[in-house]
């Protein structure tokens, strides 16, 4: 038996509609996967986005902590510092004072002995 135009014509049809209704079921088992794994990266997004924020909140009191501990130790060494200071400012005014008093006994008293000509 051989086939003749007719017979492939009608062949090439119920292929066709059978083509159609496999394409139908692809379709829909491809959006309802595409949905599920939509939902599926939605979740993930959202538990990553918690992670980050749980992590970014662990870096920060961290950071908190570090910047406490550095404040801790730092500020006794600049109130030392500005104690110093402090302190040179009035030990360079006493020997400015010891200056001027020493070179006003120097001048009365010229080559160590007293001159009363000029006091």
């Not at 749980?54 to 501990?69: M, P, R, T």
């Amino acid at each position: 038996m051989a086939l003749d135009k007719n017979d492939w014509k009608k062949l090439d049809g119920k292929f066709s509609e059978q083509d159609k209704k496999w394409d139908k079921r692809f379709e829909k088992f491809g959006k309802g996967i595409i949905g599920q794994v939509n939902k599926l990266l939605t979740a993930q997004t959202i538990r990553l986005l918690g992670q980050n924020v749980e992590l970014e909140q662990k870096f920060e009191k961290k950071v908190d902590d570090v910047k406490s501990e550095i404040f801790t130790r730092v500020d006794p060494i600049l109130k030392e510092v500005q104690t110093k200071r402090e302190h040179r400012t009035i030990v360079a005014n006493k020997l400015t004072d010891h200056t001027d008093r020493i070179e006003k006994l120097e001048n009365i008293h010229p080559k160590n002995k007293h001159d009363f000509a000029t006091s």
